[in-house]
């Protein structure tokens, strides 16, 4: 079964400080990655997404991820973050022969001004 | 086009009582799901279906009861409604066609008291 680790569950940054966010999964066959991004009182929004190709994936808003294989890692990352970042960013893992899309356990971001 | 649609967007119930969570999508996707979340516990999948009359249990069915009729419509049931299942309820659904992009619905926010 596939399952997926985010390892920051609190990350508070200052305005124009880079970001990383770490993301693990483990299943052993092909999958797509996601990230989905979580504003207050909002509904998910995708970020981005990784389904084959260029490991090095640009999304929405500045955001990119890198998916390595054999890390089985897919880390988001963001060069300068702003106050309007302050969120809550979901990881997530989908198994591309049963569609099923598992999601870890959340980061919550606060960027102060 | 409304993607997908579910109703009721809040909903205060009594221990003990039944409702329905409904999720209706318009995309023509074969692929639907049903989403808890929880502070601290990211998004856990309750059930989900490949096609219309088939359905499979995700992470946490317990105390869940989902069909597929059609292809357009998959709605959550609460037989007996305990506090444990306070929550926010999204739906998906994806579709090969679409490339495996996941639409969720906005939320249903549930408090059993």
């Known amino acids: 079964a596939q399952s997926v680790s985010q390892h920051n569950h609190h990350v508070i940054l200052s305005e124009a400080a880079s970001l990383e966010l770490g993301c693990n999964y483990s299943?052993?066959?092909?999958?797509?990655l996601f990230w989905y991004v979580q504003y207050p009182g909002q509904h998910l929004q995708l970020l981005l997404k990784?389904?084959?190709?260029?490991?090095l994936v640009k999304g929405i808003k500045g955001f990119e991820a890198e998916f390595i294989k054999s890390k089985f890692s897919f880390n988001l990352r963001k060069p300068s973050v702003q106050w309007s970042d302050t969120a809550e960013y979901f990881c997530?893992?989908?198994?591309?022969?049963?569609?099923?899309?598992?999601f870890g356990t959340g980061t919550r971001l606060l960027v102060s001004p | 086009n409304a993607g997908v649609t579910q109703t009721p967007k809040f909903q205060v119930l009594k221990t003990g009582q039944s409702m329905t969570l409904q999720c209706a999508q318009d995309?023509?996707?074969?692929?639907m799901s049903w989403y808890r979340q929880d502070p601290g516990m990211g998004l856990r999948l309750i059930h989900y279906s490949v096609g219309a009359g088939i359905t499979d249990q995700g992470e946490v069915p317990n105390g869940y009861n989902v069909s597929r009729s059609t292809t357009e419509d998959f709605p959550l049931r609460l037989l007996s409604a305990a506090p444990s299942q306070t929550s926010v309820y999204f739906c998906a659904s994806t579709s090969w066609d679409s490339g495996n992009t996941i639409y969720f619905g906005e939320g249903s926010w549930l408090t059993v008291v």
């Open positions: 990784y389904f084959s190709g260029d490991p």
């Open positions: 995309m023509n996707h074969e692929y």
């Open positions: 299943y052993g066959g092909t999958v797509n």
């Open positions: 997530a893992v989908q198994n591309t022969g049963f569609q099923k899309l598992v």
